[in-house]
Antibody, heavy 120, light 106 residues
Framework: QVQLQESGPGLVKPSETLSLTCAVS?????????WSWVRQPPGKGLEWIAE???????NCNPSLKSRVTISVDQSKNQFSLNLNSVTAADTAVYYCARKTYGWPRSLDYWGQGILVTVSS | DIQMTQSPSSLSASVGDGVTITCRASQSINNYLNWYQQKPGKAPKLLIYAASSLQSGVPSRFSGSGSGTDFILTISSLQPEDFATYYC????????FGGGTKVEIK
């Protein structure tokens, strides 16, 4: 059973960089899946952020692309998200998730989520 | 960008009721449509993939239909554990979610 676990600071100051890591267990990050980040502001809906394949190929939400860096560490079986120049609007629960590589491209396993608050 | 529109945004129903949630895409997405259930404080859970295929372990009272731009999630007989928020998500292009439908107890 694949498990994903997010980790990182729960509080980030405005204009700084939000950095999160997702540790994958019960499966290899080098398998045929995309590894994704999704966020959810308090009381609001879901927003897809970005995804990465173990080869390093990435896709990113155009609305966030200029601020997002996503990376993978196969040796540690984990992947990471950096979001720079954060504002209060970036306060959200951040989820990591696994996406099937080909059809149907669904998010079939999710982490429990981590609340990140942007505040001074 | 493909926009996903769900309706209604919320509904009230009783245990045993049948429920229908609609999701419309701004352009054709073939059957690249997934449905998720989210309970308060929990991560979303995949219910239906490819518009109509039931994810392993999901009760058969959940079903999905549609293709192209119009999709439906049906819960045939609402159970107490089904009160939650439901999201559609297109995976045809850059992934995008609908706004969600909150199913509440009447």
């Amino acid at each position: 059973q694949v498990q994903l676990q997010e980790s990182g600071p729960g509080l980030v100051k405005p204009s700084e960089t939000l950095s999160l890591t997702c540790a994958v267990s019960g499966g290899s990050i080098s398998s045929n899946y995309w590894w994704s980040w999704v966020r959810q502001p308090p009381g609001k809906g879901l927003e897809w952020i970005a995804e990465i394949y173990h080869s390093g190929s990435t896709n990113c939400n155009p609305s966030l692309k200029s601020r997002v860096t996503i990376s993978v560490d196969q040796s540690k079986n984990q992947f990471s998200l950096n979001l720079n120049s954060v504002t209060a609007a970036d306060t959200a629960v951040y989820y990591c998730a696994r996406k099937t590589y080909g059809w149907p491209r669904s998010l079939d396993y999710w982490g429990q989520g981590i609340l990140v608050t942007v505040s001074s | 960008d493909i926009q996903m529109t769900q309706s209604p945004s919320s509904l009230s129903a009783s245990v045993g009721d049948g429920v229908t949630i609609t999701c419309r895409a701004s352009q054709s997405i073939n059957n690249y449509l997934n449905w998720y259930q989210q309970k308060p404080g929990k991560a979303p859970k995949l219910l239906i993939y490819a518009a109509s295929s039931l994810q392993s372990g999901v009760p058969s009272r959940f079903s999905g239909s549609g293709s192209g731009t119009d999709f439906i999630l049906t819960i045939s007989s609402l159970q107490p554990e089904d009160f939650a928020t439901y999201y559609c998500q297109q995976s045809y292009s850059t992934p995008g979610f609908g706004g969600g439908t909150k199913v509440e107890i009447k």
